[in-house]
């Protein structure tokens, strides 16, 4: 039983990883519009510059930057709904 219900985490989480894609494609694709300009609204959150690890002969760059929008937000929620459809 507990098989199942790990593998309905998974669905969800994909299913909301696909909302926050989706939304924020389609922010970004109607953020031109004047009257739907309101979706693209948003926040910028993590590193602005990435952590550089120079190892001499290796050199590695950590960054992440997550970017909270209306239409992601809207996403998520339609997400959890067809999540709770299935």
Do not use: C, E, H
């Not at 989480?13 to 894609?21: D, K, P, Q, S, Y």
């Not at 924020?24 to 694709?29: E, Q």
């Not at 690890?53 to 950590?62: A, I, N």
């Amino acid at each position: 039983m507990a098989r199942k219900s790990s593998q309905n985490i998974w669905v969800l989480i994909l299913l909301m990883l696909a909302g926050v894609v989706l939304g924020g494609f389609i922010g970004n694709a109607l953020g031109d519009i004047s009257a739907l300009s309101w979706l693209n609204y948003g926040s910028n959150f993590g590193l602005s510059s990435p952590i550089v690890l120079d190892l001499g002969v290796l050199t590695l760059q950590f960054g992440l930057t997550i970017r909270f929008t209306i239409a992601g937000i809207i996403g998520i929620i339609l997400a959890f709904f067809i999540y709770r459809k299935m």
